[in-house]
């Protein structure tokens, strides 16, 4: 019985045919080059892991906490003042790594790129299961993978996340297991990713979108006639009502006793 499913064939345009040859893997927990000026006759990528710390790096300072990818390049000295900091690095070299720096537009004024925490993780499993038989290819796969996660996203795609997102949270709000994590599961993606690009298109953070969807239904539940707090609680997304209560008054200004009881008050004496 065939599948129903399509086929997916993707082509690469301009496939580049050029050395990318990985040196070293490492983890470094006590940092080398922590309060003296270093060069090395190679690129390097790094990934800060824990602590933070200082790149003092072509006249600048740039500041480095967990997450943070950054670069130095081949020949030109640079120094790391840390509190603390633990990162991992790769070195190499090869006619590509000049290409992807190109493609990238990272040189000595952009070789700082906070946001990648969610690499942590999978750097650190895989120079776990580096060894003398893979290392190159580890290596490599960390290095190419990790560039490829640079990538600018489609503005297209970028909208067409947000408008999965605002669906999940206008059909799902009344569901109280719903949050950004459990969105951002269900869709496929890094939950501070969503997090990000969500402030960045809507205005606000997902968490206040997710609140405000909640207690403008609890506002019209109260309108249609329901006047206990608990249940109104239950059908807007709150298992909690005394949470319920607390997040209704700070973005109303009254508790829903208040609301409700003024309500009652304005039927009673239209």
């Known amino acids: 019985m065939k599948s129903n499913q399509e086929n997916i064939c993707k082509f690469v345009t301009n496939p580049i045919d050029s050395e990318l040859v990985t040196l070293t893997f490492v983890y470094e927990q006590n940092a080398a080059c922590s309060g003296r000026i270093c060069m090395y006759p190679h690129d390097t990528m790094y990934l800060a892991i824990s602590g933070h710390g200082t790149l003092r790096h072509d006249s600048h300072e740039y500041e480095l906490e967990p997450g943070t990818l950054f670069f130095t390049f081949t020949g030109t000295p640079f120094s790391i003042d840390d509190s603390e900091l633990t990162y991992m690095y790769i070195r190499f070299r090869g006619r590509r790594a000049s290409e992807l720096f190109e493609r990238f537009a990272i040189n000595a004024h952009n070789c700082i790129f906070p946001g990648y925490s969610g690499l942590i ?99 019209f539940l109260i309108e249609q006639g329901i006047n206990v707090v608990k249940n109104v609680a239950i059908l807007s997304g709150y298992s909690d009502p005394l949470y319920f209560s607390g997040v209704f008054r700070q973005v109303m200004g009254i508790s829903p006793r208040e609301y409700i009881a003024r309500k009652a008050e304005e039927e009673e004496n239209p």
């Open 121 to 219: 993780t999978f750097w650190q499993n895989a120079i776990g299961r580096a060894g003398g038989q893979n290392l190159d290819l580890i290596s490599e796969s960390v290095l190419l993978y990790t560039f490829s996660q640079m990538v600018q996203p489609d503005p297209a795609d970028e909208e067409a996340l947000i408008a999965a997102v605002l669906h999940q949270v206008e059909t799902a709000f009344t569901d109280n297991t719903l949050s950004l994590a459990s969105c951002a599961e269900s869709l496929g993606y890094n939950p501070k990713y969503i997090s990000r690009i969500f402030r960045q298109n809507v205005g606000c953070t997902f968490t206040d979108y997710l609140k405000s969807i909640r207690i403008r239904h609890a506002v």
